[in-house]
């Protein structure tokens, strides 16, 4: 059987549908019978739909960089 | 498009191997592989419940912040814009198992976190 750090390992290939059917099932087999592992994997999925609406600004430098190469690329069209 | 691409290759420009920074929940699990410190239970059955608290959401910015690069960047393009792995692959120039690892430890770096603020209210 599955360990519960191959099934968090694994946890993303599940969710993506990327997995093997041997794998697939000895993780749901593993979820079924490890109630932390069922919750891992619930709340990995409702965190991964959350990301899109999880907003990092950018960085002073980032915004420099992205900038300056905006800038340069208008001289040169110019 | 041209602006969202040279971004990437000035967030990639500080791209290190996938292999320099650890998994954040590496240290949760005993030596037999069993959770030796499990996952706290959310309460929260939707992205929208989960991302209600503002404090958690300006937890969550500053972690975007400070993650290496190349995990944001593969979060970012892979779970923000749905761009399949073999164009990440491309446009990154990495592998993917890389990317794989690199998504895998962006995203329990988000875990860890939400976790903790779910059990103590804090980052």
Same mark, same amino acid.
């Given at each position: 059987?599955? +360990?519960?750090? =191959?099934?968090? /390992? ?7 549908? =990327?997995?093997?059917? /041997?794998?697939?099932? +000895? ?15 619930? /709340? ?14 950018? +960085?002073? !430098? =980032?915004?420099? /960089? ?5 800038? +340069? !690329? =208008?001289?040169? !069209?110019? | ?5 040279? $971004? ?10 996938? %292999? #320099? ?18 996952? &706290?239970?959310? %309460? ?13 959401? $300006? ?16 979060? #970012? ?13 491309? #446009? ?11 998504? %895998? ?6 875990? $860890?976190?939400?976790? %903790?603020?779910?059990? &103590?209210?804090?980052?």
């Amino acid at each position: 059987m599955l +360990s519960c750090r =191959e099934v968090v /390992q694994d946890a993303d290939l599940l969710l993506a549908g =990327e997995l093997t059917w /041997q794998r697939r099932m +000895s993780m749901q087999m593993h979820v079924l019978m490890c109630h932390h592992c069922r919750r891992y994997v619930k /709340q990995l999925r409702v965190l991964i739909r959350a990301v899109p609406f999880m907003h990092a600004k950018a +960085s002073d !430098d =980032e915004v420099d /960089q992205i900038m300056a190469h905006v800038c +340069s !690329d =208008e001289n040169t !069209d110019h | 498009m041209q602006l969202r691409s040279r $971004k990437r290759e000035l967030l990639f420009a500080d791209m290190g191997d996938a %292999h #320099e920074s650890h998994d954040a929940l590496a240290d949760r699990f005993s030596d037999n592989g069993r959770w030796n410190n499990s996952p &706290t239970n959310w %309460h929260v059955d939707s992205p929208d419940a989960l991302l209600m608290s503002a404090d958690l959401e $300006k937890c969550l910015e500053q972690l975007l912040a400070e993650i290496p690069a190349n995990q944001r960047a593969v979060l #970012e393009m892979r779970d923000s814009s749905d761009i399949p792995f073999d164009e990440i692959c491309n #446009e990154l120039s990495i592998s993917a198992s890389n990317a794989r690892v690199l998504l %895998h430890r962006a995203r329990a770096e988000l875990f $860890k976190l939400v976790d %903790h603020y779910q059990e &103590t209210g804090e980052c």
